[in-house]
């Protein structure tokens, strides 16, 4: 892994609106990150196209655009072929895409990166308000579109929140197997979470009303987190299924039959069918739950990929002097400038 102090640069101000109602601006200031290398054994990579990248999408946006920057971090640092790795930053349409690039380019000067422009009005007629305002935001459900958004170049993709930090080469999880020989289309990878109760994500109008819940009756449907996802984007494309989410969420607009943002219409169309990633690429849930944001603690086993899912962000939590053990382990990916970074240079 390459070392290297982290350099400064001057102290730069960076508006960036935040929705299409109000423009709030926020100064963000963020000190540039070292230059990773590719070890010798890495293959080449000359073009996005080309078949050894590993390709990685988020969204980017004012409210967690700290998280996203500790994010694309933790993916180079830990990483054997960093150089191998392209962003895909999708952005809302009310954000400035010029600041986006600047803010990126200014941390990461050496990242291979794309910016994306989501139109928020695709969705907004589509959201429906959940247990918790920020999963409303139109940016969560950019996910959706990453098929059409993306080159289609890009055959695989691995989706990453921007709550969440790597300590493991993301190449690995890129790799998930899908399954070679079944005739059945897998189309998605995704830690499964068995033992979490299904039944609750969907509302009793739902369960009640047969035409709907059949949709299950053929599939051991397990819960799993669409925070952390591989997809591959060329069977998405054939199957079209953004059509078959937005289908969902259509539905949802006329009679509710789920409480939770952009997530359920993903359990509706996959659960049950998704091949399955080892529990240690999505140590969730570290946010707390959806009301308080009480403290987490790990889940048993490795970890590959530490996920602040729920209320609580630990840079919120580290800034309020309220942090929870966990959150010290975010700490060492936070770009953001301090003053007291400013005094020491
Ligand atoms: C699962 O959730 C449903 C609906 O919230 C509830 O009625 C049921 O008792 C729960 N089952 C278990 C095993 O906890």
């Known amino acids: 892994m390459p070392s290297s102090t982290l350099s400064l640069i001057p102290t730069l101000l960076l508006l960036i609106s935040t929705t299409t109602t109000t423009t709030a601006t926020t100064s963000y200031s963020f000190k540039e990150a070292p230059k990773f290398y590719n070890s010798p054994t890495c293959p080449p990579v000359t073009t996005i196209c080309s078949g050894n990248a590993v390709h990685v999408a988020m969204t980017l946006d004012a409210a967690y655009l700290r998280g996203s920057m500790a994010a694309i971090l933790s993916v180079l640092q830990h990483s054997s072929c960093p150089e191998n790795i392209r962003f895909h930053f999708v952005a809302s349409s009310s954000a400035h895409t010029n600041n986006i690039h600047v803010i990126i380019s200014t941390s990461f000067p050496y990242l291979n990166f794309n910016v994306y422009t989501f139109d928020d009005s695709a969705v907004l007629g589509l959201i429906s308000t959940s247990i918790r305002s920020a999963l409303d935001c139109p940016l969560n459900y950019a996910r959706n579109y990453l098929a059409d958004l993306l080159p289609t170049c890009v055959k695989k993709v691995v989706y990453l929140d921007s709550d969440l930090v790597l300590v493991d080469d993301i190449a690995k999880l890129a790799a998930t197997p899908f399954g070679e020989t079944d005739n059945n289309d897998i189309v998605l990878a995704a830690p499964e979470y068995c033992n979490a109760n299904f039944t609750s994500y969907f509302t009793p109008t739902f369960w009640s009303n047969p ?39 259509e539905l949802q607009k006329r009679m509710r039959i789920y409480e939770l943002g952009s997530l359920p219409p993903f359990l509706l169309v996959f659960a049950g069918k998704i091949a399955p990633v080892d529990h240690r690429w999505n140590q969730h849930g570290l946010g707390g739950d959806n009301f308080e944001g009480l403290c987490r603690d790990l889940h048993p086993g490795p970890v590959s990929l530490l996920h602040w899912s729920g209320k609580g962000k630990p840079w919120v939590r580290l800034d309020e002097n309220r942090a929870c053990p966990l959150d010290a382990l975010w700490a060492p990916y936070d770009l953001l400038q301090t003053s007291n970074d400013v005094l020491d240079s």
Not at 219 to 247: P, S
């Open 211 to 249: 035409s709907l819940s059949i949709t299950f009756s053929d599939r051991k449907a397990c819960y799993f987190n669409t925070g952390v996802m591989v997809i591959d984007l060329e069977k998405w494309r054939e199957g079209d299924y953004t059509t078959k989410i937005v289908e969902w969420m």
